[in-house]
């Protein structure tokens, strides 16, 4: 990863506002943001460590781990939880076979929690692979877990 954060830098500039934009790159790259690049970013945009850690645990989108091949990305906001969100999610992670912010020991889903989707009003909401599903329900979740099992 040393020579790809290299050659990001020289394309871009060493300055400390580009480490938002040299995270989503390598996340980008790799999929994920290894705690053990982390060194390089500091060295590379002249922060301290502790200044990138700090930044990739605060924004969730970043990824400490290679994510499964499925992300199911449940929504754990306020509309969401009155529309039965709580029950939901107790089905989709029984249903799943693993537990909210984690990815599943056979690599095939990971599940996650987002906040708001923006589609509160036909809640509960998922993105599935990135795709919004709407009103979850136990037939629409079964349509998920049909889905990620294939
Ligand atoms: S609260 Fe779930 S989509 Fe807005």
Same mark, same amino acid.
């Given at each position: 990863?040393?020579?790809?954060?290299?050659?990001w830098v020289?394309r871009?500039?060493?300055?400390r506002?580009?480490?938002?934009?040299l995270?989503?790159?390598?996340? /980008?790259?790799?999929?994920?943001?290894?705690?053990?690049?982390v060194?390089?970013?500091?060295k590379?945009?002249?922060?301290?460590?502790?200044?990138?850690?700090?930044?990739i645990?605060?924004?969730?989108?970043?990824?400490?781990a290679p994510?499964?091949r499925h992300?199911? /990305?449940?929504?754990?906001?306020?509309?969401?939880?009155?529309r039965g969100?709580?029950?939901?999610e107790?089905?989709?992670?029984r249903?799943?076979?693993?537990?909210?912010?984690?990815?599943?020991a056979d690599?095939q889903?990971?599940?996650?929690p987002?906040?708001?989707?923006?589609l509160?009003?036909?809640?509960?909401?998922?993105?599935v692979?990135g795709r919004?599903v709407?009103r979850i329900?136990n037939?629409v979740?079964d349509?998920i877990?049909?889905e990620i099992?294939?």
């Open positions: 990863m040393d020579e790809f954060i290299g050659a020289a871009h500039s060493a300055t506002d580009q480490l938002l934009p995270l989503h790159a390598i996340q /980008k790259e790799a999929g994920y943001i290894d705690d053990a690049w060194p390089s970013v500091a590379a945009l002249n922060l301290s460590r502790a200044d990138v850690h700090g930044v645990t605060f924004y969730h989108d970043y990824r400490r994510a499964g992300v199911v /990305k449940l929504c754990r906001a306020e509309s969401c939880q009155a969100g709580a029950a939901i107790a089905a989709v992670v249903r799943l076979g693993v537990p909210l912010g984690q990815t599943r690599g889903v990971s599940l996650e987002v906040y708001c989707l923006g509160c009003a036909i809640g509960p909401n998922a993105l692979d919004p709407a329900d037939a979740l349509r877990a049909a099992a294939a």
